[in-house]
């Protein structure tokens, strides 16, 4: 059932034009999806409710976008070139790739635990960084990384925001942006894949204050999911114990999402010490130390990182909203979207496309309501199978014009997730569905 979802999801998206396999008419590049109508806005909105909950509704974070080709000495400082490694080994019979942390594979055997068979390579290290060249020549002077975070573009820019912005602590910077890493295992849809979007916040704070400040984030991001419509027993969180830290952090926990394919990783909320800023103040000789005015102090501030993932966001939402419905003989398949999120908010239908009065009030009432939300006219079929077609995307409502909306001058309005339907007068509709929309 759990993978019958995943393959449901996976048709609904391409279905309905949400996610397309990558360059598709060249029988698509492995792992790799783009974004189409829908999608592009479902994404657009996560992006958004996260911007507004951690810049514009904060007086403490302040927002960036870095470039992201950076200076490869970077990466270096980060620690990325040194240890940014995975390693395998292949099993040589049925060909699958094994991480050598596999709780699966028995150490001291040279027996696949997949196909039981002999027949292991000795493990093998992967740098996850993609190089290019800066530059028309390709030659080791001129070696670029595409970044595999964000984070570094925050670290670096730190002294030009004390600089500019003259905060205090705790202060700090978000970033949305691509990430790339050459992933040895992608899959999943889009949970792994080697180019992807994080949502990333550097938050400087007093180093004593650290651990609470943890732990403040880890709830807040929690908050988040659960505020945006994720079901509370599809959340949880889970510490990372000592051995699986990265080499910057003190400490870490994972939000989880109970996915079709089990629980995984949604976003992990560290303690990176004063990790980066001390090793970009080693490997710049720049002073990258935090003056504090009231105890004429100097010293380097802790780092709590809120880091997630916008695809990765974006395919639990999908997950979450999905619900298969039986009504009377159909099967009704409706994405119930929170309401920041759903891509389309309003879609209008006239009842009867071959009548130019009813189509002409329809267009001229979509084309009013576009001005305040999201909305879509549609009348390329019958009423059901409109409805039908705006359920799957997720809007939220939909208004039909009919015959007798000429003489009452009134629309049906259907509620996506009840079905109720209530009949409103058209000059009261703006304000109708911004009460729903907007207001509450
Ligand atoms: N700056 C810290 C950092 O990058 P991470 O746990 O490696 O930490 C943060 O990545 C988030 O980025 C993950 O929680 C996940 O949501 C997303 N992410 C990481 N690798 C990904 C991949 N290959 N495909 C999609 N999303 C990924």
């Not at 492995?30 to 806005?41: K, L, Q, S």
């Not at 009432?365 to 390329?380: G, R």
């Not at 001058?409 to 339907?421: E, I, N, P």
């Amino acid at each position: 059932m759990a993978d019958n979802l995943m393959d449901k999801i996976v048709s609904v998206c391409k279905r309905r034009g949400f996610i397309f396999p990558s360059s598709d008419i060249y029988g698509g590049l492995a792992n790799t999806w783009d974004y189409g109508p829908y999608g592009v806005e479902l994404k657009n909105n996560v992006k958004r409710a996260w911007w507004k909950s951690v810049v514009y509704e904060r007086d403490d974070i302040f927002g960036m976008d870095a470039a992201i080709l950076m200076h490869p000495k970077v990466w270096e400082a980060s620690g990325h070139v040194e240890s940014f490694f995975d390693i395998y080994l292949d099993c040589l019979n049925c060909k699958k790739r094994i991480k050598v942390d596999d709780p699966a594979l028995k150490k001291a055997t040279n027996t696949c635990p997949y196909c039981g068979k002999a027949g292991l390579t000795k493990p093998r290290e992967f740098n996850l960084m993609f190089k290019t060249h800066q530059g028309p020549v390709e030659e080791a002077g001129n070696v670029v990384y595409l970044r595999p975070e964000t984070a570094q573009g925050m670290f670096v820019n730190f002294i030009n925001i004390l600089d500019t912005k003259h905060p205090k602590l705790p202060f700090g910077l978000a970033q949305i942006g691509k990430a790339f890493r050459n992933e040895i295992t992608p899959g999943n849809f889009t949970f792994r894949t080697r180019e992807f979007e994080q949502m990333e916040i550097e938050y400087f704070v007093v180093p004593s204050e650290a651990d609470k400040k943890l732990e403040e984030w880890i709830e807040e991001r929690f908050k988040w999911y659960l505020n945006l419509g994720i079901k509370k027993e599809n959340l949880k969180k889970r510490p990372h114990p000592k051995e699986e830290l990265a080499h910057y952090a003190k400490a870490c926990t994972d939000i989880e999402y109970n996915f079709p394919f089990g629980w995984s990783e949604l976003e992990g909320i560290a303690n990176r010490t004063d990790f980066d800023l001390k090793q970009h103040a080693e490997l710049s000789g720049k002073e990258l130390k935090y003056f504090d005015d009231a105890t004429k102090e100097k010293f380097y501030p802790y780092i709590i990182e809120p880091s997630g993932g916008v695809d990765r966001s974006v395919l639990a939402f999908l997950v979450d909203a999905y619900f298969e419905e039986k009504v009377k003989d159909d099967l009704r398949v409706v994405l119930k979207l929170h309401k920041d999120l759903a891509p389309t908010k309003v879609a209008v239908l006239p009842l009867l496309r071959n009548r130019p009065e009813i189509v002409g009030l329809a267009k001229k009432i979509a084309t009013d309501l576009k001005k305040c939300f999201i909305t879509v006219y549609d009348d390329t079929g019958a009423i059901g199978k409109l409805y039908r077609r705006q359920d799957e995307v997720g809007t939220l409502y939909c208004v039909t014009v009919d015959v007798q909306s000429l003489e009452d001058k009134q629309a049906t309005v259907r509620d996506r997730d009840t079905m109720l339907q209530e009949r409103i007068a058209i000059d009261r509709l703006k304000e109708y569905l911004w009460d729903k929309l907007v207001s509450s």
